[in-house]
């Protein structure tokens, strides 16, 4: 299967992903903020350099695209056909990567969150998320995570 759109278009539409400052982040961060959460972002002396860090609680949240960090079962996650051989290495090594941050920061005694982009998409996802956020951040897990859309 060929790309729809020329390599010049694709590779203008791919420098425009934005790496942090996305919309679901900043969802997010409305929400913990409105729900009186006082946090950081982007602490880049820790292990992954978390999104969204509340450090008073030892809690690092990383706000996870489904492409580009694999979201299984998500419908959002999903290989391109075209250079599927790239998208698949490149893909995976992101998820090894997330991995490896989440266990460097348990090691560090840190809790950590992840926040799935299809848990922000959409009035009946986003609904949730506020109670989800606050519920997990009330708890005492060590590890958790917050999902949306299913494969359909």
């Known amino acids: 299967m060929t790309d729809v759109v020329s390599p010049e278009v694709r590779s203008r539409m791919m420098s425009g992903i934005q790496g942090k400052n996305t919309k679901p982040e900043l969802l997010v961060r ?15 002396d820790l292990p992954g350099a978390p999104d969204i860090v509340l450090p008073s609680r030892k809690i690092a949240i990383f706000v996870h695209g489904c492409f580009w960090h694999l979201h ?58 506020q109670n989800s956020l606050r519920t997990w951040i009330e708890s005492d897990l060590p590890l958790g995570e917050i999902t949306g859309a299913t494969r359909s």
């Open 30 to 44: 409305r929400m913990l903020h409105a729900a009186g959460y006082r946090f950081r972002l982007q602490r880049r």
């Open 72 to 129: 299984q079962g998500c419908r959002y996650a999903k290989i391109p056909a075209t250079r599927s051989d790239f998208w698949t290495a490149k893909l995976e090594a992101n998820v090894g990567r997330d991995q490896r941050s989440i266990e460097k920061l348990q090691a560090l005694g840190w809790r950590v969150l992840c926040v799935w982009e299809c848990s922000t998409r959409g009035v009946e996802a986003a609904a949730g998320l």
